[in-house]
């Protein structure tokens, strides 16, 4: 019985850790996706076609 509670104890300790680095790598690509709006934005003059 103690093996299936440290069996459940690290899988619970990984989905905390997955749920933390998707959430720094979603907030990674909003932010540069944010950023490269600005910059288009901001040289929207200069874009030709």
Do not use: D, P, Q
Request: hydrophobic share 50%.
């Amino acid at each position: 019985m103690e093996r299936v509670y440290k069996t459940m104890r690290n899988s619970g300790a990984l989905n905390i850790v997955v749920g933390i680095v998707m959430t720094v790598i979603g907030l990674t690509a909003g932010i540069m996706t944010i950023v490269n709006g600005a910059i288009l934005l901001k040289r929207k003059s200069e874009i030709t076609f």
